[in-house]
């Protein structure tokens, strides 16, 4: 099996990944300044796709070919191996397969600087196809997490005035697409920006928001944008701001707890403005509580006490030791069928078979393009109703469409 090393690129503390925390919750940039950066497997695996993606289009090699290579992501003396498989190589080469659709000059994983806005300003886009009067930004998003919209996306933004800020000479750019590609959700959606928004916005707010990060008393705005955060296990504002959207303002924890008994027997229905303020905080709520349990097993890893929890066996599964051969003699010598050792071969899912014979086959018909031979044999259901916030870029669903659709209580 080959290994290839790659070692992550350095980072700007006001880069476009980072953009939409540091311009909502400036007091952040200090704070973990200086803080140890603990990859996630997440981070390592994206790191491996972009690197992966930048090697098929620049040798003019399918995907596919690197099925088998371990991509060796580096970080200073430690390094972390990710196996590229179908389905990895499948979300790259769709990828690639969407910027290849577009014309153009590309810049594959190419460095952006916006100084002229933000101080020490840079990052690395996945892919930025230029022709005259327009720009098309593309960011590769390889994970299977929260799904992404380009619509005032911060990070596409400061990619998209990084390239007018270093090609407009050649372009003279009048408008911008910016757009993101998450293959292994099945999503992608663009966005158009003129020129002159694009620049305002740099004005008005990303500029602004740079400079509030160097106030000494910079202020902390916890929101979706702690995910990324190296403080968001341990934040006092994340944490303040968790307990108030459950229980409300309290000047402490302990008071907190002592007043929810009262707060229950007092309380009859939630009006919907009270429901709509709880609603909008589950999403933090839930990744706050998930980044807590995290930090805590790492304190504890490392022998540090977290109170008087501790490590503890999980559920087992037992499995097989013996190969096949042998447990099918010892199963037949007790009278037992052979057959009922296995369980029914089934069909594969649509989405595991794109991931072996590739989307192309599977894609449906458009204006200008023939549908794939295998796209029908494949009925695509509505998904699940799911409640979002109003500035999801998604329509809504009607009441009438609600109808028939039974969802069953959890309890």
């Known amino acids: 099996m080959k290994t290839i090393a790659v070692e992550e690129g350095a980072h700007s503390e006001l880069g476009p990944s980072s953009a939409d925390r540091w311009i909502n919750c400036p007091g952040s940039v200090a704070a973990t300044r200086g803080l140890p950066d603990r990859p996630t497997q997440y981070a390592i695996e994206g790191t491996a796709a972009h690197t992966v993606s930048e090697w098929v289009r620049e040798r003019g090699v399918p995907a596919a070919s690197f099925i088998g290579t371990t991509v ?49 300003g840079f990052g690395t886009l996945d892919s930025a196809k230029l022709t005259f009067g327009l720009g098309r930004i593309t960011d590769f998003k390889h994970g299977t997490g929260v799904k992404k919209w380009a619509k005032m996306n911060p990070q596409l933004m400061t990619y998209a005035l990084g390239t007018l800020l270093e090609w407009d000479y050649l372009f003279g750019f009048k408008t911008f697409v910016l757009a993101i590609s998450q293959p292994r959700l099945g999503h992608y959606d663009e966005w158009e920006i003129s020129r002159e928004d694009l620049l305002k916005w740099a004005t008005e707010v990303l500029a602004p928001g740079a400079v509030r990060t160097r106030d000494i008393d910079a202020p ?32 402490s924890l302990d ?21 709509a303020r709880l609603l909008g905080a589950v999403d933090q709520v839930k990744a706050w509580c998930k980044a807590v349990e995290t930090h805590a097993e790492s304190e504890l890893r490392a022998g540090r006490p977290v109170g008087d929890f501790k490590f503890v066996s999980g559920r087992s599964v037992r499995k097989w030791k013996a190969d096949a051969e042998t447990v099918e003699q010892l199963w037949a010598k007790q009278g037992l069928q052979i057959e009922e050792l296995y369980t029914e071969p089934e069909l ?39 409640v979002v916030r109003g500035s999801d870029p998604r329509p809504a669903i009607s009441i009438a469409e609600l109808e028939g659709i039974i969802e069953l209580n959890d309890e």
């Open 72 to 120: 060796r992501v580096t970080r200073g003396a430690s390094h972390h191996d990710v196996v590229v498989d179908r389905e990895f190589a499948a979300s790259v080469q769709e990828f690639c397969d969407k910027v290849g659709e577009f014309a153009g000059h590309e810049l594959v994983e190419g460095r952006v600087s916006y100084e002229a806005f933000v101080p020490g």
């Open 348 to 386: 594969i899912s649509p989405a595991q078979a794109e991931q072996i014979a590739g989307k192309k086959l599977f894609a449906p018909g458009t204006e200008r393009k023939e549908a794939g031979p295998l796209s029908g044999l494949v009925d695509k259901t509505k998904g699940k109703p799911t």
């Open 255 to 275: 008071s907190a707890t002592e007043a929810v008994p009262a707060q229950v027997a007092r309380a009859t229905t939630l009006s919907n403005e009270e429901l």
């Open 220 to 251: 902390f705005a916890p929101g979706e944008w702690c995910q990324f955060c190296k403080l968001k296990a341990t934040c006092r504002a994340r944490a303040q701001s968790v307990f108030e959207a459950v229980v409300g303002e309290f000047d």
